[in-house]
């Protein structure tokens, strides 16, 4: 492993049409009320992970689920991958509280998701 290794998936992103029918689903399937509820976006933390429900996809238009790495360095992690073959779809921005997140796609056009926390 290098310095930059990943942290595991922690974080997965669903964009969904309605977002009450799929926060009442959700909230049944992981046996746990959100702990963000916005009407841009409702979040879960269910065994270690953070389950978030985007309203149609939101500015990024996520058009199916995207998986996000935690990792230690978003930028370095992003070289790397660009150096590999990688896209980057959405560079690292800031979504509050000092959280950083990238998106970027692989050569066969999956997107995937980087995330650092300050």
Same mark, same amino acid.
């Given at each position: 492993?290098?310095?930059?290794?990943?942290?595991?998936?922690?974080?997965?992103? /669903?964009?969904?049409? %309605?977002? &009450?029918?799929?926060? &009442?689903?959700?909230?049944?399937?992981?046996?746990? +009320?959100?702990?963000?509820?916005?009407?841009?976006?409702?979040?879960?933390? =269910? =065994?270690?992970?953070?389950?978030?429900?985007?309203?149609?996809?939101?500015?990024?238009?996520?058009?199916?689920?995207?998986?996000?790495? /935690?990792?230690? %360095?978003? +930028? =370095?992690? *992003?070289?790397?991958?660009?150096?590999?073959?990688?896209?980057?779809? +959405?560079? &690292? /921005?800031?979504?509050?509280?000092?959280?950083?997140? =990238?998106?970027?796609? %692989?050569?066969?056009?999956?997107?995937?998701?980087? *995330?650092? %926390?300050?």
């Amino acid at each position: 492993m290098t310095d930059s290794s990943t942290q595991g998936i922690k974080t997965v992103l /669903h964009p969904v049409s %309605d977002l &009450a029918k799929a926060k &009442a689903v959700y909230a049944a399937l992981l046996g746990v +009320e959100p702990v963000a509820d916005a009407p841009y976006y409702v979040g879960f933390d =269910a =065994a270690g992970q953070h389950i978030g429900l985007v309203p149609r996809g939101g500015p990024q238009d996520m058009a199916s689920p995207v998986t996000y790495w /935690h990792v230690a %360095d978003i +930028e =370095a992690k *992003l070289a790397e991958v660009t150096a590999a073959g990688a896209t980057v779809k +959405e560079p &690292a /921005h800031d979504v509050g509280g000092g959280r950083l997140v =990238a998106t970027f796609t %692989d050569p066969d056009g999956n997107v995937l998701g980087v *995330l650092q %926390d300050s």
